[in-house]
């Protein structure tokens, strides 16, 4: 963006050096060099010029114009990496600042919105943020104009407003960029714009709902339930979807069923190829029981095996769209293992800029908070030209391809994608794993691929189908191999969730061809009217299986199809569910915790209306409404509050103070004989002596499938107390189980419980199962702080057979399920878990006839 004052000191400086050179007088070039840049600036600043900025090029240390020498400039972002990177991209008149996130907020010592008087926000300075307050403020004084370059969303522009009232400064202007790049800084910074109202009245309205339900609701279940709990619009719901699939999880009926597979060979002989029983008598197959099944088998023996028709078709895979949000949360769940608060937080890093050597800070990615699959018209033909370069011309599509963006997106930004293809992965992964950042580099790896593979062809497979006929049964046989590979080539052939969820609606719509769309590996030639031998008839038992919980990915699926949210909140929702204890993660999947269940059940049943999965939908809308001018913010928190306030009066007098709760029973106590009564604490559901506190005696209980209490007896050991000398038990903690004095509360002595691996670090101590702050099992050293040994996958006492490492991992991957693992990542030695007979989930029949 050069001006032509920049220009001119180009051309003069160039004149100059043509000129002859005079020995005599060294300094008379640096003078006019400078008198040159003096015109210039004082050509920018002249009277009806103030619009033209400097754009000279200037290091990231470098510090503003002082005042009086030029024009000058403060620019304010919100982080420091951001700030680093802005700052090479703009001229030596700059000064840009971080923020460090937001400046103000709600106090959080009350609820700081007046309802009385049109719910007037009362905004105070963060705790912890007046230092950096004063700085900007200190800069803003000698600034000629501020920009406030905060982040290109309603955070960003509630974050700018902010800023804007506390600078005070009367030329303080709006300027937002989707990528920092040199070409979206510079532009942005030469058409600023005033702050959006309706953006700041949208975030401002959902800041207000979060606090009106948040700081009235959570109060009440500290009272009925137990302190620390909280209640969101939002994470509220999210709990409940939990909470609604265990259920449905629980209630499942499995139903038997069988399949029945041909073993066959063609004319041209081996090798076999199997072919999947679809029909009976012209209708489509259910084989409910043993003897049903086996009698066809019996029938089937006999019976000639005729190829009916054979289909031969061409099928194609088209693209991905490129990643929003929830797409790219979803494909870092599946393909990297990373949970939706890592995702964000390396993407965040990665759009802000990462040190690229030489280069500086440099921003990789565009803004990857969107829920849009729009691309710029300058990406798409840098992305085309790269796939020429690259690929050929064979895997380039005759024009660019578009792709739908879901009619409730906001579409304000483009979908995230690397903001320049000089980047390719291979050339930066250098400089991240100098960073020792090989996560952020396989994020990075996984944007750049779905970029380049959405403006490729489509994968084309060979595939072929074949329907058998044998008596009064119809087998199908299906396979197909990789014709062209198309934007495969790029991103690999694995199922996005998007094909995962049509292959399964397909499936349940009775699709015949849906299991065999993935088929891999060619049939034998057959063709109509071939004869083919019998090998092996093969069936087997299953069990209908209940609705899976909810991983990462499949949690944040539901959240966007339901509209629950927005894409900048999921990460949060996931972790507060899980920081506040209503579900735990267990390989990968979600479970609601006891806590979890009966916060769920209190909150239905007395705030159905705010904990409705369609009317926290609506909220989104209604939100969305706000921020295009299209509904007042006032109105729309009258219209909630009013019934709101009415439900909430009903639920202080109505609810189950289940704190003080006592739910008696029949089984008496064994130490005092008085009847146990069930109560709930921070571990849930127990069983306490009615005498206390004159006896605490305590047990865990469980339900039977009649619904009666069975006490669970406290697992005793061999161990002997060492301070009164009575059994050790394993009592269960808020870290974990662990080991306690059976004398209890007269001997409070407890340890750890060893896992039977001593610590391979100090030598000195054992290793024991343990619980994080944020209740992940991990496993430490039992002479913490001393030592601080820890390992999130369970050590086992085997001495690697390559290294000799005295321990090896037990761990598992959704891919690949259970393994064992040395911990030397150099050794590289792995093995699978052998599973034993009768271990859950192994067919319970399966025979060959």
Request: aromatic residues 8%.
């Amino acid at each position: 963006m050069a001006t032509r004052t920049k220009k001119k000191v180009e051309e003069t400086e160039a004149a100059e050096e043509k000129a002859p050179r005079k020995a005599t007088r060294p300094a008379a070039k640096k003078k006019t060099a400078a008198k040159a840049k003096k015109t210039a600036a004082r050509r920018r600043t002249k009277k009806g010029d103030d619009d033209t900025l400097p754009t000279v090029e200037a290091d990231a240390d470098d510090e503003a114009t002082p005042r009086g020498k030029g024009p000058h400039y403060l620019v304010v972002v919100e982080s420091p990496a951001k700030a680093k990177t802005i700052k090479k991209y703009l001229g030596s008149g700059y000064t840009v600042k971080a923020s460090v996130g937001h400046v103000k907020d709600l106090p959080k010592s009350k609820m700081g919105v007046d309802v009385e008087h049109d719910f007037q926000p009362e905004y105070e300075v963060i705790k912890g943020k007046e230092k950096v307050l004063n700085e900007l403020k200190k800069m803003a004084k000698s600034a000629d104009k501020v920009f406030l370059a905060t982040d290109p969303d309603r955070e960003g522009e509630a974050i700018a407003w902010h800023i804007k009232e506390e600078l005070a400064h009367p030329d303080a202007m709006r300027v937002t960029f989707n990528e920092i790049t040199k070409k979206a800084v510079q532009e942005a910074i030469s058409q600023p714009r005033e702050l959006n109202q309706d953006n700041y009245d949208s975030q401002q309205t959902r800041r207000i709902l979060d606090r009106l339900v948040g700081y009235q609701i959570s109060p009440l279940l500290w009272q009925k339930i137990r302190r620390g709990l909280s209640a969101g619009r939002v994470q509220s719901v999210a709990v409940r979807l939990v909470v609604e699939r265990e259920e449905a999880i629980k209630a499942f009926v499995p139903e038997e069923y069988w399949t029945l597979d041909a073993l066959l060979e063609g004319p041209s002989g081996p090798p076999p190829f199997k072919a999947k029983l679809s029909k009976v008598d012209g209708k489509k197959v259910e084989l409910k029981d043993r003897a049903t099944t086996e009698g066809l088998v019996s029938e089937l023996q006999t019976a000639d095996f005729v190829v009916a028709k054979v289909d031969r078709r061409e099928r194609r895979r088209n693209a991905p769209a490129p990643f929003i949000t929830s797409k790219l949360q979803q494909e870092a769940a599946n393909r990297l293992s990373f949970t939706a608060k890592k995702t964000m937080t390396l993407a965040q890093k990665l759009y802000e800029g990462v040190p690229l050597g030489e280069e500086g800070q440099t921003a990789l990615i565009t803004y990857m908070r969107t829920d849009s699959t729009r691309l710029s018209d300058d990406a798409v033909k840098q992305v085309r030209e790269f796939i020429d370069g690259r690929y050929g011309r064979d895997f380039l599509p005759d024009e660019p391809v578009v792709y739908r963006t879901r009619k409730s997106a906001q579409d304000a930004h483009e979908a995230i994608r690397p903001t320049s293809l000089e980047y390719p992965p291979e050339r930066v992964r250098p400089f991240f794993e100098a960073m020792d950042e090989l996560d952020m580099f396989r994020l990075y790896e996984l944007i750049w691929n779905r970029f380049v593979a959405c403006q490729m062809k489509p994968a084309v497979y060979d595939q072929t189908s074949a329907d058998i006929s044998a008596g009064r049964a119809t087998f199908r046989a299906s396979g197909s191999t990789l014709k062209f590979a198309g934007y495969l080539a790029v991103y690999g052939a694995g199922l996005t969730p998007e094909e995962e969820a049509e292959k399964e609606k397909a499936k349940a719509a009775g699709d015949d061809s849906a299991d065999g769309a993935d088929a891999v590996g060619e049939l034998p030639v057959i063709n109509e009217g071939d004869t083919l031998a019998l090998q092996k008839l093969l069936h087997e038992q299953h069990f209908t299986q209940p609705p899976p919980r909810f991983s990462e990915a499949t949690l944040v699926k539901e959240l966007e199809e339901r509209g629950i949210g927005r894409p900048s909140t999921y990460a949060a929702i996931l972790s507060t569910i899980q920081d506040k204890k209503y579900v735990e993660k267990i390989e990968g999947r979600f479970r609601p915790t006891d806590l979890g269940q009966m916060t769920n059940e209190m909150l239905v049943k007395h705030f159905p209306h705010e904990l409705d999965v369609t009317f926290t939908a609506t909220m989104e809308e209604k939100l969305d409404q706000i921020s295009e001018g299209g509904a007042s913010w006032k109105a729309v928190l009258h219209d909630f509050y009013g019934p709101f306030k009415e439900t909430l009066e009903k639920a202080k007098a109505e609810m189950r103070d289940v704190k003080r709760e006592e739910i008696k029973t029949d089984i008496a106590c064994e130490k005092c004989g008085n009847p146990f009564v069930i109560k709930f604490g921070k571990m849930g559901h127990f069983l306490a002596c009615s005498n206390y506190p004159d006896c605490k005696n305590t047990k865990d209980f469980k339900r039977d499938a009649e619904g009666k209490i069975v006490i669970v007896e406290e697992e005793t050991t061999d161990e002997k107390c060492e301070k009164c000398g009575k059994p050790m038990v394993i009592k269960r903690g808020r870290f974990g189980r662990f080991m306690a004095c059976s004398g209890y509360p007269d001997c409070k002595t407890s340890k750890p419980i060893s896992i039977g691996v001593g610590c391979p670090e100090c030598k000195q101590g054992y290793l024991t199962e343990r619980r994080s702050g944020r209740g992940k099992i991990f496993f430490g050293c039992n002479r913490y702080p001393d030592c601080k040994f820890a390992a999130w996958d369970r050590p086992l006492a085997e001495q690697c057979p390559q290294c000799q490492s005295p321990y090896l991992l037990q761990k598992f991957s959704k891919r690949d399920g259970a393994y064992i693992a040395c911990p030397n990542k150099e050794c590289g030695y792995r093995r699978e878990v052998v599973e034993q007979g009768g271990v859950p989930g192994t067919p319970e029949a399966s025979s060959a006839a």
